[in-house]
């Protein structure tokens, strides 16, 4: 079938229209109408390769929410109609010990991307979300819960999970001490998550200006990460922070914040952090993780979640016209808090 999309057919050059072809329905796919594609910074490194690994053409997009338009003929778990989601994997190779466990994401033979990556049959190379039609196995596709705002559901299937999931890890609930650096696409879902657990929410910010918005997203407390002053006086004084900035930075700032025996994941920034002291670790047991995403069960108890709760992101939504300037914005910090693509927008733009 052919489709089309948004590509970036290089690190310099903006997206734009750009037509290829989706795979014919194997027995086990399901044929997605695309209807929101959210935007998020791992986007954005990619299609400007700040990873070092993006093949071009590539069409970006992994916080996916569409209707299903055809199903093959061994698939049983959706139907023509139905409204569904899919994230930032579409395939893994379903055997191993971390697959088996559900955990998709860590797969033993790596996970194939929703894009940018080679099909696991084929080799061709996925394409993502900005497009109008995706084609997905019907393991990798997510039931969106009934009465959940479509428009606003998109960013969960990235920005969410990658923070529910080191949320859950921690057995975050009432009484539990969390701190969100960073408070952009992911940062944002981690505060109204946290806070849905019912934990006390700190937002670890280089914006002051961003304290009313913290406050009205759930968060009990920001701190200036700016303000030496202030971050001496919360020392000791987290059980989980979650670290989303998406470049280089210093992680020393925040150790001593953590409590004995807690812990810093790290979901934003991909390489090297630069000199790290080990002090703040040994004499309080400090400890630094990383986390990627999550597993698909996991995805769909975060959906199920924020279905009963009505938890859902603050969205701005633009026209794939618009995708570039929305780019720029980002890199600026100007986001509040996810960008969203109306995808009824693509054919009107490609017309
Ligand atoms: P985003 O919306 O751009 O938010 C990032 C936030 O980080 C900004 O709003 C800003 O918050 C803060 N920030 C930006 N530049 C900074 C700097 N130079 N120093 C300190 N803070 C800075 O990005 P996002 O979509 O949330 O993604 C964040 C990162 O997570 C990206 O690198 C993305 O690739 C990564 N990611 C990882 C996973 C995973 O599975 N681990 C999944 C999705 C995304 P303040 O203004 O409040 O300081
Ligand atoms: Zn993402």
């Known amino acids: 079938m052919e489709v089309i999309g948004y590509a970036a057919r290089g690190a310099d050059t903006p997206l734009a229209p750009y037509s290829f072809e989706r795979r014919a329905l194997r027995p086990n796919d399901v044929a997605i109408d695309i209807l929101y594609c959210g935007v998020c910074h791992s986007d954005l490194h990619m299609a400007r390769n700040d990873w070092g690994m993006t093949g071009y053409p590539i069409i970006p997009g992994h916080e996916i929410v569409g209707r299903v338009t055809a199903v093959g003929s061994d698939v049983t778990r959706v139907q023509a109609g139905d409204v569904v989601a899919v994230g930032c994997m579409v395939d893994s190779c379903q055997r191993c010990d971390q697959c088996r466990k559900g955990e998709e994401q860590l797969c033993r033979e790596g996970m194939t991307m929703t894009y940018g990556s080679p099909d ?68 944002h879902m981690a505060v109204k998550l946290a806070s849905g657990l019912g934990a006390h929410v700190t937002v670890l910010s280089r914006s002051p200006d ?63 952090v630069g000199e790290l002291m080990t002090p703040p670790m040994l004499f309080g047991r400090r400890r630094i993780a990383g986390s990627l995403i999550g597993g698909i069960a996991e995805t769909q108890e975060l959906l199920d979640f924020c279905g009963r709760k009505n938890i859902l992101p603050d969205c701005e939504m633009i026209r794939i016209e618009q995708i570039n300037e929305a780019f720029e914005r980002m890199v600026r910090s100007d986001v509040r808090y996810r960008f969203v693509i109306d995808m009824s927008s693509l054919t009107a733009a490609s017309d």
């Open 210 to 272: 961003k304290m009313a918005d913290a406050r009205a997203l759930g968060a009990d407390a920001l701190l200036v990460s700016t303000d030496e002053q202030a971050m001496a006086a919360a020392q000791s004084s987290f059980d989980l922070i979650i670290d989303t900035v998406p470049v280089r930075h210093d992680l020393n700032a925040y150790l001593p914040l953590l409590d004995v025996d807690g812990t810093l994941v790290i979901v934003g920034q991909v390489g090297p």
């Open 120 to 187: 696991r049959n084929t080799g061709e190379i996925t394409q993502g979300g900005y497009s109008k039609h995706v084609v997905v196995r019907q393991e990798f596709v997510l039931r969106v819960p009934e009465g959940l705002d479509l428009s606003r559901a998109a960013p969960l299937l990235c920005a969410g999970i990658t923070t529910y999931s080191p949320l859950r890890a921690a057995a975050v609930g009432p009484g539990s001490r969390v701190g969100i650096v960073g408070l952009g696409g992911l940062g």
